[in-house]
């Protein structure tokens, strides 16, 4: 279990010690969402009704903002090159990264969410619901992420790469988790989106890994 | 006993042929100086050997090794870049790469200090300078061992008492049955054969 914890505490310990990963994640939300308000006019029942598809989009770019810095910066200082001389798999050394990530850019996007909803004007239980399918919604992003993060270094193209990569892919991240969302809100069916959500993140918990995994071992030149 | 050996291999980068029909033979304790002009292929031919590029055509083969690992796995690349992180410190640098890689993490202040870096343990790598650096990366060769050692301009950036102290290292990975390839420009300070690439320098 060493090297896995080893990257786990390093990928945590440089996200928050440079004043990257987690804290701009956050202020970007903010900025993104108290943004809204400016733009549809205040409104307080309208609102209400876009307020989780406002968070949603917020959380998604949010979490895209860090993720270009994911991999490029392990290969622009060579450890990227010693990370894949291991004898962890590389499969598992980017889950482990991706899990990092996670962890210090899109778990405090979660936390951040019931504050954020009240400046939408949004009721306890859809705060509720909106920081519910985004703590089940986010992993897939990381990970779908990922594998847009690996493609851009693989490719040697720069950042702004990824999101037009990764935003066609996070879709249905983004269909199913509004529509979860509304379900709780409306009271009607909130399972089936929610498990459809959640089959996202775990589908692509296995696919993101070991398709980064392939397009570095690709991208090796 | 260990050996590396390499037969027919291409290399092609870009759509650049490198070199081709590149044979090579190397035993524990023995190292094998990479001479010739830039871009001659001398960064490219480590690379390989360490898994990190692809053969465009032969083989590369170790024998005597552990037999699950790859060649890469049970090497050492120093290439040109540090693979250090800024804001990290000297120790928590070298700390990673010695869980990460499966070294002896007690290893950690001895390697330290056998490159003269034992008092700059606790300070942030920005700070260090590009001398500091390569012995930093250095340290990472002594303290997780590995019999193959892939070093591309080991010297660079190094003062005299710096190049002493690698030539020592390296010799006494030579008798401890290790094996070296170094690409080079200048002297390695150990006894070495050559492998000229790219004609004549």
């Given at each position: 279990?060493?090297?896995?914890?080893?990257?786990?505490?390093?990928?945590?310990?440089?996200?928050?010690?440079?004043?990257?990963?987690?804290?701009?994640?956050?202020?970007?939300?903010?900025?993104?969402?108290?943004?809204?308000?400016?733009?549809?006019?205040?409104?307080?029942?309208?609102?209400?009704?876009?307020?989780?598809?406002?968070?949603?989009?917020?959380?998604?770019?949010?979490?895209?903002?860090?993720?270009?810095?994911?991999?490029?910066?392990?290969?622009?200082?060579?450890?990227?090159?010693?990370?894949?001389?291991?004898?962890?798999?590389?499969?598992?050394?980017?889950?482990?990264?991706?899990?990092?990530?996670?962890?210090?850019?899109?778990?405090?996007?979660?936390?951040?969410?019931?504050?954020?909803?009240?400046?939408?004007?949004?009721?306890?239980?859809?705060?509720?619901?909106?920081?519910?399918?985004?703590?089940?919604?986010?992993?897939?992003?990381?990970?779908?992420?990922?594998?847009?993060?690996?493609?851009?270094?693989?490719?040697?193209?720069?950042?702004?790469?990824?999101?037009?990569?990764?935003?066609?892919?996070t879709v249905p991240v983004l269909i199913f988790g509004v529509a979860a969302s509304n379900?709780?809100?409306?009271?009607?069916?909130?399972?089936?989106?929610?498990?459809?959500?959640?089959?996202?993140?775990?589908?692509?918990?296995?696919?993101?890994?070991?398709?980064?995994?392939?397009?570095?071992?690709?991208?090796?030149? | 006993?260990?050996?590396?050996?390499?037969?027919?291999?291409?290399?092609?980068?870009?759509?650049?042929?490198?070199?081709?029909?590149?044979?090579?033979?190397?035993?524990?304790?023995?190292?094998?100086?990479?001479?010739?002009?830039?871009?001659?292929?001398?960064?490219?031919?480590?690379?390989?050997?360490?898994?990190?590029?692809?053969?465009?055509?032969?083989?590369?083969?170790?024998?005597?090794?552990?037999?699950?690992?790859?060649?890469?796995?049970?090497?050492?690349?120093?290439?040109?870049?540090?693979?250090?992180?800024?804001?990290?410190?000297?120790?928590?640098?070298?700390?990673?790469?010695?869980?990460?890689?499966?070294?002896?993490?007690?290893?950690?202040?001895?390697?330290?200090?056998?490159?003269?870096?034992?008092?700059?343990?606790?300070?942030?790598?920005?700070?260090?300078?590009?001398?500091?650096?390569?012995?930093?990366?250095?340290?990472?060769?002594?303290?997780?061992?590995?019999?193959?050692?892939?070093?591309?301009?080991?010297?660079?950036?190094?003062?005299?008492?710096?190049?002493?102290?690698?030539?020592?290292?390296?010799?006494?990975?030579?008798?401890?049955?290790?094996?070296?390839?170094?690409?080079?420009?200048?002297?390695?300070?150990?006894?070495?054969?050559?492998?000229?690439?790219?004609?004549?320098?």
């Open positions: 279990m060493t090297p896995f914890s080893a990257i786990l505490q390093r990928d945590m310990r440089l996200a928050l010690r440079v004043g990257g990963g987690a804290l701009m994640g956050v202020l970007f939300f903010l900025i993104v969402v108290t943004l809204v308000p400016f733009a549809v006019g205040p409104d307080l029942v309208q609102l209400r009704r876009i307020g989780p598809a406002i968070l949603w989009l917020g959380a998604l770019l949010a979490s895209l903002l860090t993720l270009d810095r994911l991999l490029a910066a392990d290969h622009e200082d060579g450890s990227l090159d010693l990370l894949l001389m291991g004898t962890t798999p590389p499969e598992l050394a980017v889950l482990v990264k991706a899990a990092a990530h996670w962890i210090t850019s899109c778990l405090p996007l979660v936390i951040a969410t019931p504050l954020l909803g009240l400046f939408l004007n949004l009721e306890p239980l859809a705060i509720g619901a909106v920081a519910l399918t985004l703590l089940a919604g986010t992993p897939a992003l990381t990970c779908i992420g990922l594998i847009g993060a690996a493609l851009s270094v693989a490719l040697r193209r720069g950042g702004l790469l990824l999101p037009i990569l990764v935003l066609p892919l379900a709780a809100i409306l009271g009607t069916s909130f399972g089936a989106p929610f498990m459809i959500l959640c089959a996202l993140s775990l589908g692509s918990l296995v696919l993101g890994p070991f398709a980064a995994a392939a397009a570095l071992r690709h991208g090796l030149e | 006993m260990l050996q590396l050996s390499a037969s027919g291999l291409g290399c092609v980068r870009g759509s650049r042929s490198v070199f081709d029909h590149l044979n090579l033979k190397l035993s524990s304790g023995e190292a094998l100086a990479l001479v010739g002009p830039n871009g001659a292929g001398k960064s490219s031919l480590l690379r390989l050997i360490a898994g990190l590029l692809r053969p465009a055509a032969g083989r590369i083969e170790l024998t005597g090794g552990a037999p699950e690992n790859t060649i890469g796995e049970q090497a050492h690349y120093l290439g040109h870049l540090d693979a250090l992180k800024a804001s990290l410190t000297v120790a928590e640098n070298l700390a990673f790469w010695i869980r990460y890689l499966g070294g002896d993490i007690g290893s950690l202040r001895g390697a330290l200090a056998s490159l003269g870096l034992g008092e700059l343990a606790d300070l942030p790598a920005a700070y260090l300078s590009a001398g500091q650096r390569r012995r930093l990366s250095l340290a990472r060769l002594i303290a997780i061992s590995r019999p193959i050692w892939l070093l591309d301009e080991p010297t660079s950036a190094l003062d005299a008492a710096g190049r002493e102290r690698l030539t020592e290292l390296m010799r006494q990975h030579l008798a401890g049955g290790g094996l070296i390839i170094a690409a080079t420009h200048g002297p390695l300070g150990i006894e070495s054969r050559e492998l000229r690439l790219g004609g004549p320098a």
